[in-house]
């Protein structure tokens, strides 16, 4: 498990998913954890959730001093989970065999990564997924830097849906959060109201493309 620089007030944290961690690790799992597992029809799939979640009760076992087997989860109308009696914020993501956390003391997080790609259907994606001026953007970037520029999009607008807990329940092409790796803030409109949320990129190694955000207010 490594930590990366990460913009206040976020912690983050990258680590495999490449190998089934050991009998005493994997012992840390709940039993609906396990079950979960069970339910992955491919042995890659199930070996990834078992490592991403043993290495998240780890991180967040070090971060609030509990044993991570007594950890417990609650989760949102839309699955995000969150840590019980915990004053701790914190997200997953994962793409193939790469896992990131993010950390913070209190708020409403989201991080998303994808492994760097060719996206040969990048502006069919982006037509179904990307605001107008996303769009635009996509389509003045050069041809060989397309793939990176829709990815850097893609994670935006899912690290802001996972900030807001909403998952795909609100259609990513009705904001715009940008193609680019600058901070911008981001206005949303939710069935709880509208959500101002913060969102930036971040690279790590030429592999993967990252992005962060959390919820700055709600407004009714």
């Known amino acids: 498990m490594k930590a990366l620089v990460a913009p206040p007030p976020f912690g983050l944290w990258r680590f495999a998913l490449d190998e089934l961690p050991a009998p005493q690790r ?9 079950q979960r597992a069970g339910r992955f029809v491919f042995e890659r799939d199930r070996r990834r959730y078992l490592a991403a979640h043993v290495g998240l009760r780890e991180l967040l076992a070090a971060r609030t001093g509990v044993p991570p087997q007594a950890l417990v989860f ?8 969150s840590l019980v009696g915990r004053p701790c914020a914190f997200n997953m ?26 996206m040969p259907d990048a502006a069919a ?41 909403s998952g795909l329940s609100i259609a990513p092409n009705i904001f715009t959060a940008g193609l680019d790796m600058a901070p911008r803030s981001v206005v949303i409109a939710t069935p709880a109201g509208i959500a101002c949320v913060w969102v930036q990129s971040f690279r790590n190694g030429a592999d993967v493309v990252g992005s962060l955000a959390r919820i700055e207010a709600m407004r009714r």
């Open 26 to 34: 994997l012992a840390t799992l709940s039993a609906d954890e396990v």
């Open 74 to 81: 609650n989760e949102g109308p839309f699955g995000k989970p």
């Open 93 to 118: 993501s994962h793409s193939e065999d790469v896992a990131l956390v993010a950390l913070a003391d209190s708020g409403e997080i989201g991080v998303d990564v994808e492994m760097l790609r060719d």
């Open 125 to 165: 994606l982006a037509r179904q997924n990307f605001s107008a001026s996303e769009m635009d953007e996509l389509a003045a970037t050069p041809p060989a830097d397309q793939s990176l520029a829709f990815l850097r999009g893609w994670t935006r607008k899912e690290a802001c849906l996972k900030a807001i807990g």
